[in-house]
């Protein structure tokens, strides 16, 4: 992982009208139609996942569009699978990214509950067994368990415990050994031309 002083050195997937709108316009962001487009039937899902992580993300780094989703990135290409499109190379401001365990988010995005620890996590899914729940997604996605589903999103404020830490590493020039984050993962609210390595 690279680091400069206060920026970061990440790395994004994109397609090539990302790549187009930066080149052309200096900054590209993401959109709710967006998503929705690309995940079609699934996108309830990410939507559910998505706005959850708007919710507590903007009060890390505040978004300046407010209909801005959030563009993924990675300390790591290791971490990334670019499924046909071109991995961009960030040099981004510490200040204007979030920072997350990637697997975490995986947790996330399968609207399952994030725990402090694993005996935690294993704990809960003891608990939805017992309530006959065999998958945490339909507790968040159905309305028939109301206190199951503000445990698991109220978990998943968990998701930006290491962001400080993370930073921190950054700024030292550590190698972001973070205890609890397997792989560093980025949320931006746009992507700009000037990030470009």
């Not at 997937?13 to 929705?36: K, L, N, T």
């Not at 996590?121 to 309530?131: D, I, M, P, S």
Request: aromatic share 12%; glycine share 4%; charged share 30%.
């Amino acid at each position: 992982m690279d680091k400069k002083n206060d920026h970061i050195i990440l790395y994004s997937p994109q397609a090539d009208v990302v790549w187009h709108v930066v080149d052309e316009s200096g900054i590209s962001f993401s959109r709710r139609e967006y998503i929705v487009s690309k995940y079609e039937e699934s996108a309830r899902i990410f939507l559910t996942a998505y706005d959850a992580y708007i919710h507590e993300a903007e009060k890390i780094v505040p978004r300046s569009d407010n209909s801005a989703y959030p563009y993924w990135a990675f300390a790591s290409t290791e971490s990334i699978d670019p499924m046909g499109q071109k991995v961009m190379k960030l040099n981004v401001p510490i200040d204007e990214v979030v920072l997350f365990d990637q697997y975490d988010w995986y947790k996330v995005l399968r609207l399952s509950y994030i725990g402090e620890t694993p005996e935690e996590e294993a704990a809960f899914a003891r608990e939805l067994e017992k309530r006959g729940i065999r998958d945490s997604s339909d507790a968040v996605l159905r309305p028939f368990y109301p206190d199951i589903k503000r445990k698991i999103v109220a978990s998943w404020n968990r998701l930006f415990r290491h962001d400080e830490l993370i930073k921190r590493a950054v700024a030292a020039g550590d190698d972001m050994l973070v205890p609890g984050v397997r792989a560093v993962q980025a949320g931006l609210w746009c992507i700009k031309k000037e990030w470009l390595i």
